[in-house]
Structure formats: C-alpha cells, structure tokens
C-alpha cells in the first residue's frame, strides 16, 4: 500500500470512513492458458467462445471454494451469474450443494456439462436454472423468508462489461451499463449472512468499503459496518481479478489473517484495488489494510 498521507484529507460530514483488508494470493504457473482456466479437467468442457475471458480461473475459483468450507463448512451455496460453471463446478467437486443460475440456456447447458466432468453423482447436488437473476432470486428471497432458510453463502460474479476497460471500475455499471452491483447484493440480502463478490482490478477500494456498508444497511443491521476482506490474485506483477469477502465469511478469515503492520490512510487518494495490491507486492507485503472514506449508498 502506499505511504501514509500524513493526517489524511477533511472529512465531510456526508462522507463516512472505514477499513479495508487486502491480502494477496500468488497463483501458480500454468503451462497452458486451457490448464489455467480448467485444470486437467480441460479437454471434457464446453463453452461459447466468447465467454473465455469470463470464466473463473481453476485455481481462483478453487481458492474461493475452500475459503468456503474452511470458514462455512459444507453446506448449501448460491452461485449467481454462473456463466458456464467454472465456480460452480468447483464447488460441487468439494462436495457443496449448488444452487446457481444465469440468464443464457446455452451457459445453463455447459454448466450441466462442466460439472458433470468432476465424476457421478455431482449432478444431484446441482439445482440450476435458467432466468433474470432479479426475478429468480426476489421469489426466492420471499419465499425462504417465510422458512428462515438461508444459503451458507451467496457468490456473485456479476458480467464486467466494457466498463472494465476504464482506468477505474464503477460498480454501477456493470454488464451493458445498467446492471449495479449494489442492486444485486439488495436483492439477495436476506438470503445469506455470507458474500463473495468477484471484480475487476480496477475498483476502486473505497468502493469495497461502500459496497460492504450498503450491505449492512439493507440487511437491516446497525452500527458501523464490518471490514470487508479483498483477496488479489496476482502472477508476479500481474493482477488478474479481486474476490471482496463481505459478512461472517469476512470476520472469521479476518480473524486468521495476521495484521497489517500499520493503516495506510487514502482518504484523500482514489486508489484501486490493482495499485493498492502492486504497491504491498512491491514493498514484499502481502496483508495490508486501508482507510477509506466514502459516500453512502442512498
């Protein structure tokens, strides 16, 4: 992380300030792009072509799954925007049970396929759909309401879009634009005391720390929110993606992450995710921890 910027910028009354986690993960080499994405697994997939660069890494999507179960244990977890399954299919290898959907039949069919590669009796912890996340999930959140049932956890891994090719991400403009990643979390607040939620390297931490508040807020809690815990995958210098814990998953890695050395303060520096992760790599840091202010989410 950077150095600290003395006693940060004045904070406005509108604006609130909070504390982010960053670790860093290093990922292995792979000796193909098909093993990086797949594992050995690789041959027995099916996908669209255009949905390559949005399948989840083997090893990230492995990293996220026994992040689960070392902290949830095993037990029922909703894997929203699916895609073709590459989150999915690694949790139902470790023996979860999955509940996922996403809006394209042809990506539903692959994620069939997919999971189905990891061996017999996968497919009947599998409950997939096909549909409008929003749709899905809103009867779903009424109708557990009713019960008291929740998922161990919810993992969201919302379509980038070209947003992603801007110097910051906003997670308001997700997907085509009009997709916000704060809605998404809205919807399925009730169903999960647990949230993992996979970005692009270029948002902003603040961002994180506004995205974990809003949380809070529409799950009816009081007080300030919990940090949220952001894990970068890095190769080298590399980053390619970041996973933002949110909720008990968050508290209880949190309390096994060993401290940063010392609160770097960005109130006054836009940082994202990507620069706050180079900076720590760059100085062999690999916790690190920042405060953030932010605006609140309406």
Same mark, same amino acid.
């Given at each position: 992380m950077p150095e600290e910027l003395g006693e940060g910028a004045a904070v406005g009354a509108e604006c609130? %300030? $909070?504390?982010?986690?960053?670790?860093?993960?290093? /990922?292995?080499?792979?000796?193909?792009?098909?093993?990086? +994405?797949?594992? #050995?697994?690789?041959?027995?997939?099916?996908?669209?072509?255009?949905?390559?660069?949005?399948?989840?890494?083997?090893?990230?999507?492995?990293?996220?799954?026994?992040?689960?179960?070392?902290?949830?244990?095993v037990g029922m977890v909703l894997d929203a925007f699916s895609g073709v399954g590459g989150q999915t299919?690694?949790?139902?290898?470790?023996?979860?049970?999955?509940?996922?959907?996403?809006?394209?039949?042809?990506?539903?069919?692959?994620?069939?396929?997919?999971?189905?590669?990891?061996? %017999? $009796?996968?497919?009947?912890?599998?409950?997939?759909? /096909?549909?409008?996340?929003?749709?899905?999930?809103?009867? +779903?959140?009424? #109708?557990?309401?009713?019960?008291?049932?929740?998922?161990?956890?919810?993992?969201?891994?919302?379509?980038?879009?070209?947003?992603?090719?801007?110097?910051?991400?906003?997670?308001?403009?997700?997907?085509?634009?009009?997709?916000?990643?704060?809605?998404?979390?809205?919807?399925?607040?009730?169903?999960?005391?647990?949230?993992?939620?996979?970005c692009p390297k270029n948002v902003l931490i603040a961002d994180v720390m506004k995205l974990a508040d809003y949380l809070h807020r529409v799950k009816g809690l009081t007080g300030e929110a919990p940090m949220p815990l952001v894990e970068v995958f890095m190769s080298g210098d590399k980053t390619h993606m970041a996973v933002i814990y949110m909720g008990d998953i968050a508290a209880k890695r949190l309390a096994d992450t060993p401290p940063a050395a010392r609160v770097r303060d960005l109130t006054g520096t836009p940082l994202t995710i990507e620069e706050g992760a180079s900076s720590m790599r760059a100085k062999a840091r690999g916790v690190g921890c920042a405060k953030v202010q932010f605006q609140a989410r309406a």
């Open positions: 609130i %300030v $909070g504390l982010v986690t960053i670790i860093i993960t290093s /990922c292995p080499h792979a000796r193909t792009a098909n093993e990086w +994405l797949w594992g #050995r697994i690789w041959r027995k997939v099916k996908y669209n072509p255009n949905m390559r660069k949005s399948i989840t890494p083997r090893f990230i999507a492995d990293c996220i799954t026994t992040t689960i179960i070392t902290y949830l244990g299919a690694s949790l139902l290898a470790a023996g979860l049970t999955v509940y996922a959907c996403d809006i394209d039949a042809a990506n539903v069919e692959h994620t069939k396929h997919n999971a189905s590669a990891h061996g %017999v $009796g996968v497919l009947e912890r599998l409950f997939i759909r /096909c549909g409008d996340y929003f749709k899905r999930v809103a009867k +779903l959140a009424a #109708r557990w309401a009713m019960k008291g049932t929740k998922f161990a956890a919810i993992h969201f891994d919302m379509p980038w879009g070209q947003e992603y090719q801007r110097k910051t991400y906003c997670l308001d403009k997700m997907g085509d634009g009009s997709m916000s990643a704060f809605n998404v979390l809205n919807v399925a607040a009730s169903l999960a005391d647990s949230f993992i939620v996979k």
